[in-house]
């Protein structure tokens, strides 16, 4: 988990990416799944303050997932009271190989080693 920090240097927000394995049997299903989240499981996630979430799958199914938090600690309390997370999450549960408890906090967290911040590139020109 890393902060941001604003341009004056102040924190204002953690990167946090982490890693699951999901079932190579069961690949199909939890595409299909994410292709329809529940809106209120959507809604759960933002109210706890994850934002610029996403969910990347290997084909040996290695699972990364990347999200933007305020403050980390907060979200995962928020999501473990919310009864609409508890439901998708137990759902969500048999699709991954060696998670226990629930698999949204069971996942490895993994460290950031680089990241690219900043409007001017190295070569001199701009970047968006």
């Known amino acids: 988990m890393t902060r941001i920090d604003d341009a004056d240097g102040v924190p204002h927000a953690q990167r946090v990416c982490f890693r699951l394995r999901v079932r190579p049997e069961l690949m199909d299903?939890?595409?299909?799944?994410?292709?329809?989240?529940?809106?209120?499981?959507?809604?759960?996630?933002?109210?706890?303050?994850?934002?610029?979430?996403?969910?990347?799958?290997?084909?040996?199914?290695?699972?990364i997932g990347y999200y933007e938090t305020d403050d980390d600690a907060d979200a995962q309390r928020m999501l473990s009271e919310s009864p609409v997370a508890a439901r998708w999450e137990a759902e969500m549960a048999r699709f991954f190989l060696a998670a226990s408890g629930r698999p949204d906090q069971a996942g490895e967290r993994l460290p950031e080693v680089f990241h690219l911040t900043g409007t001017r590139s190295d070569d001199g020109g701009t970047r968006p």
């Not at 299909?32 to 290997?58: C, D, K, Q, T």
């Open 29 to 63: 299903e939890y595409r299909a799944r994410h292709a329809e989240v529940w809106p209120e499981m959507r809604a759960a996630i933002a109210r706890a303050g994850r934002r610029n979430y996403s969910l990347f799958l290997a084909a040996d199914g290695t699972l």
